[in-house]
């Protein structure tokens, strides 16, 4: 398995030790990175009545409100070695804002590129905005 960039891994430890996780204490990171580089983080955020935010649903709001529209990759990393690959939400989010060319990777806590996607294999036959008549 390949390591991943290790400035990457400690932005994805630090949103993990950031996580708001107090039912579930599973904590997932994800870092959304455009086309020129940007990278936004984000961490999953729970609330009591279970309607939390995912991490990926995170960082990309982060992505959003800095004006960025494009994801050239995508880095999860979940609390154990095992895949803690977008929950079916996330996956439709990453799709909004995804081209062929998007990688989705998965991330240990040690640094290891657990898998890597296209986002065909992660949402096949998926559903997206050119599906859409124009406005």
Known sequence: ??????????????????????????????????????????ANVEVAHYKGLCAEASAISAMITAGQRELAKVYVMGPGEH????????????????????HISVISRQGEVLKTYTMETLLPDAFGPEQLPQR
């Open 1 to 42: 398995m390949s390591q991943a960039d290790p400035a990457l891994v400690k932005t994805l430890l630090d949103a993990l030790n950031n996580a708001y996780v107090p039912y579930s204490d599973h904590p997932v990171a994800a870092v959304m990175e455009c086309p020129d580089g940007q990278q936004f983080a984000g």
């Open 83 to 102: 895949l803690c690959t977008p929950c079916g939400d996330c996956r439709q989010r990453i799709r909004e804002f995804a081209t062929p060319n998007t």
